[in-house]
């Protein structure tokens, strides 16, 4: 994984989709808009709960994201990470420790990890392992139940302050203040609505794109 990879962070999974619409459709709109990474993040009230229906979705969604060449990363489920053949695995700090998530994918998978405070973004620094963090939330979301605190634009600068990973922002993320949470430089936005819930998906990818200038001159 390369660091322009982490500029447009898409993040899905059945529950976040519009009725009427399919997780499989709305992913391939936004690739073909330009998202520059994509984890299938089935979790939360209405996602799917039979081991069977996810498994043939994340195969689905993960040839989806190989027909576009953008990497395809599994939240929080190492097996379901393993099974599809992932390019990489997403864990929060509740999920499975850190440690053990490396021990079982090293040289496998690209790990990420959610860091909400700024002990957690210090102590990522030490593990070896880690490829990218997760910070944030860094505004309110109606998108995670049992979201952190957010941590805000300030607090974003904070943590990038003691952060030598690569790392995106999530949480809240909406065309409002997009621009000022790429101005921190963090690499990425990671966003669940401000995808699912767009009128204008390809237009607000392009966006996203533009804050990361470096994406559109790898093409
Ligand atoms: N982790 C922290 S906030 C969040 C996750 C998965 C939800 C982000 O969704 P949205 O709609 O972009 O706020
Ligand atoms: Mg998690």
Redesign the pocket.
Known sequence: MQKTDLAVYF?AGSQDIPAGETLLGVLEAALSAGITTFQY?EKGSNSLTSATAKLALAQQARDLCANYKVPFIVDDDVDLALAVKADGIHVGQKDETIQQVIQRVRGKLIVGL?CNTLGQVKRAQSIVGIDYLGI??IFS????AD?EPEIGIVGLKRALSFNKLPSVA????DSNTMAATAATGVDGLA????ITHSPQRAKIIAAMRHLYPQVSKNE
Do not use: D, H, Q, Y
């Open positions: 993040v993040r959610s944030g939330p979301t109606t998108s995670k979201a999530i949480g809240g993320i966003v669940i609505s401000l």
